[in-house]
Nanobody, 118 residues
């Protein structure tokens, strides 16, 4: 079965960095667009960054210049490097995989908590 397993979350202070990872299994990883979403308490889940199967990248404006998404198709893993974190980045971060062509199968991980606090 398909599994997306996030790791690397934790508690950091404002201004610090963190890298979260998502290891995929049960899919042909190179054929999937991969994304990182986040959901803060009381808010809707929002897109943070996405990297297509071809390597095209998009970021939400709030993280441009601070976050970097990357993928390693040999390891079936997508990463999110987060720099200069601030308290507004506190959320559960979810990994998403979407097949690049119809029927666009879509899968979610269970999330990893990132807390930015002094």
């Amino acid at each position: 079965q398909v599994q997306l397993v996030e790791s690397g979350g934790g508690l950091v202070q404002p201004g610090e960095s963190l890298r979260v990872s998502c290891a995929a299994s049960g899919i042909i990883f190179k054929n999937f667009n991969m994304g990182w979403y986040r959901q803060a308490p009381g808010k809707q889940r929002e897109l943070v960054a996405k990297i297509s199967s071809g390597g095209s990248i998009n970021y939400d404006d709030s993280v441009k210049g601070r976050f970097t998404i990357s993928r390693d198709n040999a390891k079936n893993t997508v990463y999110l490097q987060m720099n200069t974190l601030n308290p507004e980045d506190t959320a559960v971060y979810y990994c998403n995989a979407e097949l690049s062509w119809p029927p666009h199968y879509n899968y979610w991980g269970r999330g990893t908590q990132v807390t930015v606090s002094s």
